[in-house]
C-alpha cells in the first residue's frame, strides 16, 4: 500500500467558485451551520454545486437587491463545502454546510445568474508571541463570562469554544455568535492579521458585557417593582381582612363611596336625577381606583355632591335696611337706588325670587359692580362674581363635556358650589365684551342662563342634569348696549347709571375715596387734609371723566408720596437721635474747646427741633398736588368753545360716557366740494352731507349769498382729536350751525352747545343719551342747551342738581337753533 501524502485545502479548492448573496449575516471559517435558501437562482446554483464537488462560495450583499450582481457583493467572502441539502415545499432549499477558508473574488467570470467568481484565497498573518496566546486566554475567559449569564449559548457552543485550538478560529467562532452588526461583522471578517482580528471581537465582548450588565439592572429593578406590588397587595389584602373583622371602613375608595352615599342620599332625588347618579355610584364602586376613568368618575360625583340642590329659604329683607344700605354704600345715583329698591320691593309683596336679572349700564368707574354687591348685602345674600369679557368659548358659561380631558363645568355651577346655597346674587361682568369664535357663541349660551323661563331647568354639558338656576338673583353689567345681542336684551331689566358731576365727584371723594385710599397707604385720616377747592381742582384738572376709577388712582398716588415723605422723615429723625446718643455716651464735651462746645450745644439744641418740625399733617392745595402730579391734564381755561366764525360745540355719547364735541369749518378758493375729517363714520358723514345742503338752501335763500361763490370755493369741516372713532346722527345740527356760522362769518352764542338730528327738511329729531350729555355739558361749564323738542320727556330723568345752572332750550326746526346761536 502507497504511502498517502497530505495536500493543503487551498490546492484542493477551486479558484472558481459558484458565489451565493448572503442578505443577513457573513459566515465565518471553521463553523457548521445550516442556511435556507429561497432565491431560484440560488437554488439552481446549489443544486449544480451538489452535482459536482459541493463547494460555493458565501459573500455578503453590499447593496441589497433583488437580483445581485457581483458588483453587489462584497470582495471577501467565505467558501464552504455542502454537506447535506433538504428540500423544502416552498420550491427552497436548507443547506448545511461547513465552512473552509476566506476569499477575495479577483474576477468576475460571471456577473448574475449566476455569479461566478475567480477568488484567491487567503492565509491568516499568524503571530506565535505571547500577546496572542494572553489575547486567546482573555477571549476564552470573557466569553465564558457572557455565556454563564445568557441563556442563548447553548452548553455546545461552550465546549466548541474551548475545543478550538487555533486564535484566529477562536476569534471567529465568537464573532460568529455575538450580537454584533453585519458590517462590523464584515470588517472583521477582512482582518487577516490574527492580533488585529482578536483585539476587535475583544472590544465587542466588553460591549456585550456592559449590555448585560445593564440588562441584569433593569430585570433586577423590574423584579423588585413586582415584588414591593405583590408584598402591598397581600398586606392591603390582611388590612381589609381586619379592618372587616373590627367592623372599620376597608379602604379609601370603600370610605369615599359611602361618603357620596350618603350626601347625595340625603338630597333625595328623584327620575331622571336619581337615575343618573346611582349609576355613578355603582360604577364607581366596581372600578379600580388605578383606572384612569376612576378619577372623571370621582370628580363628577363630588360635583353632584357638592352643589346646593335643597330648595331655598323664603327671603327675609327689610326695605328701609336696603334703602340705607344703598345710601350708605353710594353717593348720589338716586334713580339708580330707586329703582333697585322698587325691584326689591316686588320681590318681597311677590314671595318670588325667579326671574331676577337686572343689567347695569354706564361709563367705566361709576360704580357698577359695587352696586352689585350693595345689592347683595342688602338682601342678606352670598355673592358671585365673574367676568365674560374677551370669553369666546360658550363651554366657560355651559361647560364641557365629560369625554374632554380636564372637563369641568361652567361658570355658573362653578359658582354654586362655592357659595353653596341656591339664591345667590350672581353678577356677570363686562357682558358687551364678549366674543364669537369657532368654539361657539358665550352669548347664545347666555340665552338659556338668562331666560326666567328655561333657566328653572339648566343643563350644564358637563353635568348633564336639569339645575334650577332660576333662584339666582343675577345682575350684568356693560358699558354699553350697542354690542348686546337684542334677544339677550330682551331677557333684562335695564338700569342706566349715567356720569357724575363735579359735585358729586367732591361728596364721593369726601366720603369714600380719600378714606379707602388712606388706609391703603397707610396713612391715618388726621395726618391730611383735603379742601373742597383742591378735591374739585383734581376732579377738573386730572379725572375729568364720567367715573371717578381715575380720581381715585390721582388720589392713591399723592398718597403714596406723601408716605414716601414721611417715612423718609422717620428714618432722619432716628439717623440724628442715635448720633446724638452716640456723642453723649463719648463725653464729646469734655474734650473739646469752648467755641466747639458752644457749636456742638446748638446743634444738640437743633436735632429735637428739627424732630418735632417733622410734617405730621400734609393741607393738601393746588401747589402741593401739581406737586405730586404734575400740570394738569385739563387747564382750567382748557374748556371746549367756539371763539371764532365757523366753529360750534356739540355733545356726544360714548361708552366712556358724554362728552363735547368741537365742530371746525373753513372756504378755500377752489373746487366746489365738501370734505369731511376726523376720522369719522358713515352716518356722522351722511350727517354732514345733510347739513352742507341745508346750509347751502340757506346761505342762498336767506343770507343773500349768491351760488357761484359755492362753486368757486371749496368746504372743509372737520372735528378734532382726529384718532378717535366718531360716529352717529346726533351731531347734525352741530355741522350745519358750524357752516352757517362760516357763511354768515359770526361766532355763535358764549356757552353754549346742541345735539340733535337733523332732517333734509330742517326738522330736528330726537336723539339719545341726554344724561351723559348733559353732564358733560356741565363738565364743559356750559349755560345753555339746544335739544330736539321730542326730547323733553327725558329732563325728568336728569337729577336737579345736574340741570342745575343750565337753561334748556327744546326746538323743531333749524331754524329756531340759529335764532339762539346766530340771532340776527
Known amino acids: 500500500m502507497s504511502e498517502q501524502s497530505v495536500v493543503p485545502i487551498d490546492q484542493i479548492l477551486p479558484h472558481k467558485l459558484p458565489l451565493v448573496a448572503l442578505m443577513g449575516r457573513p459566515i465565518f471559517p471553521g463553523i457548521f451551520t445550516p442556511i435556507m435558501i429561497g432565491n431560484p437562482m440560488d437554488v439552481k446554483v446549489i443544486d449544480d454545486a451538489v452535482a459536482r464537488d459541493g463547494l460555493i462560495g458565501l459573500v455578503m450583499l453590499a447593496n441589497e437587491s433583488e437580483s445581485p450582481t457581483i458588483i453587489d457583493l462584497y470582495k471577501v467572502g467565505t467558501a464552504a463545502k455542502i454537506v447535506k441539502k433538504i428540500n423544502l ?170 361618603h357620596f352615599k350618603d350626601k347625595l342620599d340625603a338630597f333625595n332625588f328623584e327620575g331622571e336625577i336619581k337615575e343618573v347618579v346611582d349609576q355613578e355610584l355603582e360604577k364607581f364602586n366596581l372600578m379600580d381606583p388605578n383606572s384612569g376613568e376612576f378619577i372623571i368618575t370621582r370628580n363628577y360625583l363630588d360635583t353632584i355632591a357638592n352643589l346646593p340642590w335643597s330648595e331655598p329659604a323664603p327671603e327675609h329683607f327689610d326695605l328701609k335696611v336696603a334703602r340705607e344700605i344703598l345710601e350708605n354704600d353710594h353717593y348720589g345715583l338716586k334713580d339708580v337706588k330707586s329703582r333697585i329698591v322698587e325691584y326689591l ?156 358731576i363735579d359735585t358729586e365727584k367732591l361728596e364721593i371723594a369726601k366720603r369714600y375715596l380719600v378714606p379707602k385710599s388712606l388706609m391703603k397707604n397707610g396713612l391715618k385720616k388726621n395726618q391730611v387734609k383735603y379742601t373742597r377747592e383742591s378735591l374739585l381742582y383734581i376732579a377738573n384738572g386730572y379725572a375729568r371723566e364720567a ?23 422717620e428714618e432722619e429723625a432716628t439717623t440724628a437721635q442715635a448720633d446724638t446718643q452716640k456723642q453723649n455716651e463719648a463725653g464729646v464735651s469734655q474734650t473739646i474747646s469752648l467755641g466747639e462746645g458752644a457749636a456742638l450745644e446748638q446743634r444738640l439744641e437743633e436735632k429735637p427741633a428739627a424732630e418735632n418740625s417733622r410734617v405730621e399733617k400734609f393741607i393738601i392745595d393746588k401747589k402741593l398736588i401739581e406737586k405730586h402730579l404734575g400740570k394738569p391734564l385739563f387747564p382750567e381755561g382748557d374748556l371746549k368753545k367756539a371763539d371764532r366764525p365757523g366753529m360750534s360745540v356739540g355733545l356726544a355719547w360714548t361708552s366712556m360716557g358724554g362728552d363735547t364735541l368741537v365742530i371746525e369749518a373753513t372756504a378755500i378758493p377752489g373746487k366746489e366740494g365738501l370734505t369731511l375729517t376726523g376720522k369719522l363714520g358713515d352716518i356722522m358723514k351722511e350727517s354732514g352731507a345733510i347739513a352742507m345742503t341745508l346750509a347751502r338752501k340757506l346761505g342762498t335763500e336767506r343770507y343773500g349769498i349768491e351760488a357761484v361763490w359755492f362753486e368757486k370755493n371749496h368746504i372743509h369741516l372737520h ?24 357763511l354768515r362769518n359770526k361766532t355763535i352764542t358764549p356757552k353754549l352747545v346742541m345735539t340733535g338730528e337733523l332732517s333734509l327738511t330742517g326738522h330736528v329729531l330726537p336723539i339719545g343719551g341726554l344724561k351723559e350729555k348733559t353732564i358733560a355739558a356741565q363738565r364743559n361749564k356750559a349755560r345753555h342747551i339746544i335739544i330736539p323738542k321730542q326730547n323733553l320727556r327725558d329732563l325728568d330723568d336728569i337729577p336737579d342738581i345736574v340741570k342745575k345752572g343750565m337753561e334748556f332750550h327744546p326746538v323743531e326746526r333749524f331754524e329756531e337753533v340759529l335764532a339762539l346761536a346766530l340771532p340776527d
Open 547 to 569: 367715573g371717578v376709577r381715575n380720581f381715585e388712582k390721582n388720589l392713591d398716588k399723592i398718597h403714596r408720596k406723601l408716605a414716601k415723605q414721611l417715612v423718609e422723615a
Open 89 to 258: 415545499p416552498d420550491g427552497g432549499v436548507n443547506i448545511f454546510i461547513s465552512t473552509l477558508k476566506r476569499f477575495r473574488i479577483k474576477k468576475a467570470l460571471n456577473p448574475a445568474n449566476p455569479i461566478v467568481g475567480a477568488v484567491e484565497y487567503l492565509d491568516d498573518e499568524e503571530d506565535n508571541t505571547s500577546e496572542v496566546k494572553a489575547l486567546t486566554r482573555a477571549l476564552i475567559s470573557e466569553m465564558k463570562q457572557i455565556s454563564e449569564n445568557n441563556p442563548l449559548f447553548s452548553e455546545e457552543m461552550r465546549l466548541n469554544m474551548i475545543n478550538i485550538d487555533h486564535p484566529g478560529k477562536i476569534a471567529d467562532f465568537i464573532a460568529s455568535i455575538l450580537n454584533i452588526d453585519k458590517g462590523e461583522q464584515q470588517k472583521i471578517l477582512e482582518v487577516l492579521n490574527v492580533r488585529k482580528r482578536m483585539e476587535q471581537v475583544l472590544v465587542f465582548i466588553k460591549k456585550e458585557q456592559e449590555l448585560l450588565r445593564i440588562q441584569k439592572r433593569i430585570q433586577k429593578e423590574i423584579n423588585e417593582k413586582i415584588e414591593k406590588s405583590q408584598r402591598d397587595y397581600f398586606l392591603k389584602e390582611e388590612l381589609k381582612a381586619i379592618k372587616t373583622e373590627l367592623g372599620m371602613t376597608t379602604d379609601a375608595k370603600s370610605s369615599e363611596y359611602q
Open 345 to 500: 320691593a316686588v320681590r318681597k309683596l311677590k314671595q318670588d325670587s325667579k326671574g331676577s336679572i337686572v343689567c347695569l349700564v354706564g361709563p367705566p368707574g361709576v360704580g357698577k359692580t359695587s352696586v352689585g354687591k350693595s345689592v347683595a348685602h342688602a338682601l342678606g345674600k352670598e355673592f358671585f362674581r365673574f367676568s365674560v369679557g374677551g370669553m369666546r368659548d360658550e363651554a366657560e358659561i355651559k361647560g364641557h363635556r365629560r369625554t374632554y380631558i380636564g372637563a369641568m363645568p361652567g361658570k355658573i355651577l362653578q359658582g354654586l358650589k362655592i357659595v353653596k346655597t341656591k339664591d345667590p346674587v350672581f353678577m356677570i361682568d363686562e357682558i358687551d365684551k364678549m366674543g364669537v369664535s369657532f368654539q361657539g357663541d358665550p352669548a347664545s349660551a347666555l340665552l338659556e342662563v338668562l331666560d326666567p323661563e328655561q333657566n328653572n331647568s339648566f343643563r350644564d354639558h358637563y353635568l348633564d342634569l336639569p339645575f334650577d338656576i332660576s333662584h339666582i338673583f343675577f345682575i350684568v353689567t356693560a358699558n354699553t348696549l350697542d354690542t348686546i345681542p337684542h334677544p339677550l336684551l330682551d331677557r333684562m331689566e335695564i338700569i342706566q347709571l349715567p356720569g357724575y
Open 719 to 742: 372735528i378734532p382729536e382726529g384718532a378717535t372713532p366718531k360716529d352717529g346722527p346726533s351731531a347734525g345740527i352741530t355741522m350745519a350751525t358750524a357752516l352757517v356760522s362760516m
